[in-house]
Structure formats: C-alpha cells, structure tokens
C-alpha cells in the first residue's frame, strides 16, 4: 500500500498544512465517554470522523486483508503501523484530511493519539503475552488500575484509557509503568508521542476492536513521573536519529550482537512511540550501516579506559 502523505492546500496564497492539535476544550478529561457516534460507526472512517469530532486526534494505521497486513510486506506489527510519512506525528481531527486518507485506503484501521494532544494516556495488557501474570504482580505489589473506559482489542489485550494530567509529560514506555521497579510483560503505557489502533479496527487475529463503555478516569497518582526520575531509556533508544542505530551497529560490526536483532529491537522501540514504519526502518539501515563501518567490541574486565578510539579513515 502506498504511504500517505499529508497534503498542502493553498489558501489566499499561502501554504496550510492540513495537520493540527485539537482545541484545548476538546481533550479528554475525568467523566468523558467515548463519542457515541463511534460506537455506532458503521466502517472505521466514520468512527475516525466522530474521535476526531471530539477532539482525538486520529491518523490511519494498515488494516488487514485475506493475505495479511495490507503494506502486503512480511512485518513485524501487522494491521498497527501508521501510513502516513510522520506516523503519529501527522495526527489530526481536521475532517478534510481525514476523508482524504480514507479515500486513498478505505480499509485502513484507525490509530487515536495519546498524550497531551487528545488527553489521553492508555495502559496497553497485551494478556496472551505475560500481561496477565503482570497485572498480578501490580494486584499483589498495591498498585490500583481504577475501572474505567476500555477497548478490547480482538487479539485477547486491553487498552485501559485514563485522562492525561494537565501540565505533566507522561512519556511511552515498553514493559512496564512509571513509578513501578519490576518489569511488567506484556504491559505497555501509551502517551505523548503515542498512540493506539482503536475501535472497529480488525486486528491481526481477524477479531475486531470493541469497546466496553465507561467513563474515564483520571491517570493513577502512582503513574505520574517524578521530578527526581530519569527518562525511561525506551524514550531515548526508540529515536534512531539520536545515535542509537550508529552506536548498536559499531558493535553489530565488532561482532558482538546479531544484526537482525538489533535492527528489530529498535524498529519496535520507534513504532511503539508512533514513528511511521518505513520512516524509521531507512533511518534505522543507514544508522546501522555508519556504525558498522567502524566496529567496536565490547569493555574487557578491566573496564571502558581499554577501548581505543577508531581509527580515522
């Protein structure tokens, strides 16, 4: 499937991209229901057109055929990926934008951003795949996920969507929550700079995403970053143009890790914060590809003081 690119409109003569932030008044916030015209929606653009008529900025992620994922490529997140050139970047509630994408890809699933920009922050259980087992561990530790508005996802997961708190940045992370030491498998937490398949997508399995309406309620106090906290390290490894591809294909050159894996690891990392798929994938190779030309091993036992810088060529 061709990528889809956000079109430019000349207007009295100058040049308006069609992509913006929903109005304040528009994000989510405690007590909101998910828009009933989605509910009923009868295909996934009519159920984008009412998200984004409340403010959720939506953009069009792949959709499945009889054959698979419809990018019709062997990859690795099937009926997920966003199609557009910016991912989630290019999310918008602008109803012009959004019939054009569905013109272009009529079966395309539908992607909801998360974070500041619709209010949004969700809890991703993916049950079948160690979600379960860590959902007891939060159970068994103290820690409350109150009730609240929720999307099955068709392929056995949970989308537990709370209200975004006003003024703090609540970040991606992938196997595990903030505020939370213990890894937690199977458990993602979707905000800025996210976003989620939602409701009537069909997922890989052939299941279709539904929800089971309730009211949202406000991000967990437990969830909220500290001041004093670092940056989950997903955040920084998931942007292939901050040198994580350069400095993983040293080593990958060095012989020290298999390329495959970390060309996969980190093209995960990039879609879980919303990066589109061939975007990241070429940034990814070329990255790698630097890095490899001048390969590295690993610290001995005596520590980082014994490695020797590259030699310049």
Not at 160 to 167: D, Q, S
Not at 274 to 287: F, H, Y
Request: hydrophobic share 40%.
């Amino acid at each position: 499937m061709p990528r889809i690119q956000a079109r430019r409109q000349r207007t009295a003569g100058q040049a308006v991209t069609r992509r913006h932030h929903p109005p304040t008044a528009g994000r989510a916030s405690p007590g909101a229901r998910v828009p009933a015209r989605a509910i009923m929606a009868r295909s996934r653009f009519d159920a984008a057109l009412a998200y984004a008529a409340a403010g959720w900025p939506v953009l069009p992620v792949a959709g499945m055929t009889e054959g698979g994922c419809s990018c019709r490529r062997s990859c690795a997140h099937p009926g997920k990926h966003p199609l557009t050139r910016h991912g989630v970047h290019d999310a918008t509630t602008d109803p012009v934008l959004i019939g054009d994408w569905w013109r272009r890809s009529a079966g395309a699933n539908v992607g909801i951003a998360t974070g500041a920009a619709s209010g949004l922050v969700v809890v991703d259980v993916d049950l079948p795949r160690g979600g379960r087992e860590s959902l007891r561990v939060l159970v068994e530790a103290g820690y409350d996920l109150p009730a609240t508005l929720r999307s099955l996802t068709g392929g056995g997961g949970l989308h537990l969507f709370y209200a975004h708190p006003t003024g703090v940045g609540v970040a991606n992370v992938v196997g595990g929550l903030p505020g939370v030491v213990e890894a937690l498998p199977g458990i993602d937490l979707r905000g800025d700079g996210g976003y989620v398949v939602a409701p009537p997508s069909v997922h890989a399995s052939g299941g279709r995403y539904r929800w089971d309406r309730r009211r949202v309620v406000a991000l967990p106090a437990w969830m909220w970053p500290k001041r004093t906290e670092r940056p989950p390290v997903v955040a920084a490894v998931a942007s292939p143009t901050t040198g994580a591809a350069f400095c993983l294909g040293r080593l990958v050159g060095g012989g020290e890790v298999s390329e495959a894996l970390v060309a996969e690891s980190l093209l995960c990392a990039a879609l879980a914060i919303g990066l589109g798929e061939p975007e990241a994938a070429a940034t990814i190779r070329s990255g790698m590809g630097a890095g490899m030309a001048v390969p590295r091993r690993a610290p001995g036992p005596l520590g980082w003081q014994r490695l020797r810088k590259p030699e310049r060529r």
